[in-house]
Nanobody, 117 residues
Framework: QVQLVESGGGSVQAGGSLRLSCQAS??????????WSWYRQAPGKEREFVAA???????SYADSVKGRFTISQDRALKTVYLQMNSLKPEDTAMYFC?????????WGQGTQVTVSS
């Protein structure tokens, strides 16, 4: 059974940094249409896209985090990271990682990020 476990969330002041990790277990290598993504959901709001990385290392970001967040992966460790710099109070949310392989999609349980002003 595929499991995704996020870690690295916490509370920081505005301008600070956090590094989120998401480690996967329970599956073999994906050879078609693989990607990792990070999403976030603030209280009372819909879940929104933050960043994504594909098997070739191509990345995409939401406009709100461009230049501040960096997504990366370690394929050997089956882990994806989200380096978050220059954090703002509006970045406060539960952050979720998503792993996609062809038609299969898996979500982690989330890790809370709180940024105070």
């Amino acid at each position: 059974q595929v499991q995704l476990v996020e870690s690295g969330g916490g509370s920081v002041q505005a301008g600070g940094s956090l590094r989120l990790s998401c480690q996967a277990s329970g599956f073999t290598a994906c050879w078609y249409d693989m990607s990792w993504s990070w999403y976030r959901q603030a209280p009372g709001k819909e879940r929104e896209f933050v960043a994504a990385i594909d098997a070739a290392g191509g990345t995409s970001y939401a406009d709100s985090v461009k230049g501040r967040f960096t997504i990366s992966q370690d394929r050997a460790l089956k882990t994806v990271y989200l380096q978050m710099n220059s954090l703002k109070p509006e970045d406060t949310a539960m952050y979720f990682c998503k792993y996609s392989c062809s038609m299969y999609v898996y979500w982690g349980q989330g890790t809370q990020v709180t940024v105070s002003s």
